[in-house]
């Protein structure tokens, strides 16, 4: 959002408590809190955000607390956007799926429903948050020496089960990973977690701690690069090690497209003598999103008459409209969308319209990094860099010998001779190309020449060579340095003596 407000007007966020503080600390650090304003919401909370619509805030329960789900009111119908959601009877914190009020918008009517389908695939219901508890109360009691506990920092009732756990063993919880950090810094803040201060201990004092009494809660359940526990597991993290002894506990599964850098995490933390705990067999993770009985729940409360399944791998949302099918909604009233698909609702049909750009953006510390650039760096990493200087005089001499620099080339030509080779080529343009870029000056003054035009020439000329005898495609970058318009000489004939300045001067 830190980055969509630099590109555009979005004048009102309105969100659940934790969300938006949150969000406020990714607005300030941003330098943007001052383009929009930020509103809470609570359950049942109604929001009218224009004229013809207005949005209410329906009380769902996932693994990341306070979340909701959205009726949009239109002047067509209701329009529900389940977000991502679980059907939990015992939730950690005791709040209960509002499933009432999704039974009142089906008994009224419900003009199309959006549902979260990432687990379409999967069988029965998906279990309590709760049902953890138990395993996660097994593993720490048996742990013998130093525990370390990864998960994701947005789950936040997981991370309540744990502070409550290490604190009924008598283990002190150090916290790596600054989002793990913030996370718990925000939920004690607004009472989502209940612990002491007590409990915690900075990460520099654990050395002090008696090993049995350790429990360090850390980020990296997915083997991110950068994340705490890939590092540690890297050996590159400053302050921690693995060490002989030590339990490391996995308490999330891999999601799509992370499984082999979380199997190399495990790995490298197995090698430097961890016991690792991990795996669907444990029963120290259950899943923030329904199964196919908590889908099929959904359904029968809301009573749509269109449908739209999202938030899912394609093969999940087409296995949700078939379970929608199934249930009696009809092929024609439903669509399975791409990210970037414009979809049109009427009161009569639901159809795909068109499309917008959409993608993934990569965003560094300069802000969104456009497709363009990101094949430069590419190429970059790839090939490498070839950069290449010359000067000419007037007379489209050369001054000095060109100026050649690789950088990530891989070649097994001799250094010198490439030179060579890339010195005559640029000559060789000079001097039989040369002339169709030059033009008399009938004012008498220097010759007009088409600088553009001729680097052009020279540098596709090059290119053509690099790549034929490097055998690889390097980016190219050829700078040509051109005379200086104010010492020309008076005439094309007479050429007043000029002081040579290098190309590598003229580079820098």
Known sequence: IAYHLKQFDIPHIYGPRLAMSLLRDKLAEAGVSDRTKIHTVAPRDMVRISPAF?????????????????????????VIHTGDFKIDHTPVDGEHFDLQKLAEHGEKGVLCLLSDSTNAEVPGYTASEESVRPNLDRVIAQAPKRLFITTFASSVHRVNIILSLAQKHNRKVVIVGRSMLNV???????GYIKCPDSLFVPLKQMPSIPDEQVLVLTTGSQGEELAALTRISKGE??????????????????????TLAVVDTIDRLIMMGAHVIYGRNQGIHVSGHGSREDHKLMLNLTRPKFFMPVHGQYRMLVEHAKMAQSMGIPAENMVIINNGDIVELTEERIRIAGQVPSGIKLVDGSGIVHDHVIKERQQLAEDGVVTIAAAVDWQLNLLARPELHLRGVASTLDPEMFRQMVNRAVARVLSERGSEFTGNNNNGGPPEVDWTG??????GSVIRLIRRELNCRPSVVFLLQTPDVNAAPATHSSSPRRRRRSTASAVS
């Open 237 to 258: 993290h400053r302050q921690v090690r693995i060490k002989a002894g030590d339990t490391v506990v996995f308490s999330a599964n891999p999601i799509p497209g992370n």
């Open 454 to 459: 001729l680097k052009t020439e020279i540098e």
């Open 184 to 190: 718990i810094a925000h939920a004690r803040e607004l």
């Open 54 to 78: 207005l949005v209410e805030y329906i009380r769902n329960t996932h693994s990341m607390a306070d979340s909701f789900s959205v009726a949009l009111h239109t002047p067509l119908g209701v």
